[in-house]
């Protein structure tokens, strides 16, 4: 066991330097080197003889401090970001991780560690100071730049002048708008009134040309009844008179008709016949009551299950065959088509909004013809 000089006691004694505190640091340095000092004066004193052949076997050739700072100086690739990361990143904190390592006991290479951290935190504190100056002067200008800016006068921006020539011009455009309204509505009453004044006077005229007819036959009417008046008083006194020298003629006889033979007889019984089966249809066509303004008066389902009857088919086929119908063969489906086309053109007169509700609602041409049937 080697014996432990005063220095080496004295800093088991003293605890860790913390860095994160310039001033105790920088204290706790000139205090250790003080020690170191003491115990370098004692051992040039008292040198015992078995120490120096001791320190030349463990002595350490240390360079001077400002190379020794050069061999600690931190790489410019590390970033300096904050104040804490520089902490970390400096010469004392990489000391203080080292310190667990023990290495040969050396006062001269731990005094030129101390000098060169001395000398790094200096400068680190200096590059601080430097920087918050620096900011400190820009928060400066800033704060003087926001003040004369908000003292100065402000002058309409070019989007507020925009804003406002907008602004002027929808209002133009609203009063054009407005007029032209105005315009056209005092237009329409003008014409309106015009119009108005014109059926008025065209009514006045109608009805002074219907005084003028009815007056006209009124007063024909009261000649003509004055003359059937004066004839009825007069012919009692003609009848009463006997017409003198009038011959009665005698009565003469018609010629007897020559006899007809058997093709006159069958062609006027022919014709007679056909005048009968035509006469006979139209009769019972009519009876039917079939005019747009009964099928108008009537309800629109009784005048569908009226016209869906088949003797009104028939009877309409018989008289419409007369009339010159040609749809195939009597009582064909041809035929029926064309009753029922003709049927429906009463149904559509009769009753068109019906009917035209019932096309729009999916019908077809023959809407008609489709109810009927």
Known sequence: ?????????????????????????????????????????????????????????????TPPPHLAARFYRPSQARRKGSAASSRRNSISSAHSRCSSIHHPPSRESDQSKYVAQHLRRASFLEDRRARLADRAAHAEKVRLRAALAKAAPRGQSSSEERALAAQQARERNLAEIV????????????????????REQQMITMRTKMDERMAEAERRREEIRSKIATMRTR????VARKPVGVEVLPQVKEHDKPPMDDDAAVA?????????????????FNALGLSVDGIRDTSFDAVVELLALDKVLLITARLLRICGLQEGVPGSVEELAAVRTFLSAYLILGHPNQVLINKNDGGGDADGETVIT
């Open 179 to 198: 007029a032209n309204c105005a315009e056209e509505v005092r237009k329409a009453k003008q014409v309106a009134e015009l119009t108005k004044e014109k």
């Open 235 to 238: 012919r009692p006194s003609l």
């Open 1 to 61: 066991m080697d014996p432990l000089s005063p220095s080496d006691t004295d800093t088991m004694r003293h605890p860790s330097p913390d860095v994160s505190e310039p001033s105790r640091h920088l204290q706790h340095l000139q205090e250790s080197n003080e020690d170191e000092t003491m115990g370098l004066d004692l051992d040039l004193a008292m040198p015992p003889a078995d120490d120096d052949a001791r320190e030349q076997e463990d002595r350490v050739y």
């Open 268 to 284: 006027r019984i022919q014709g007679w016949w056909r005048g009968r089966t035509k006469r006979q249809a139209i009769h019972d």
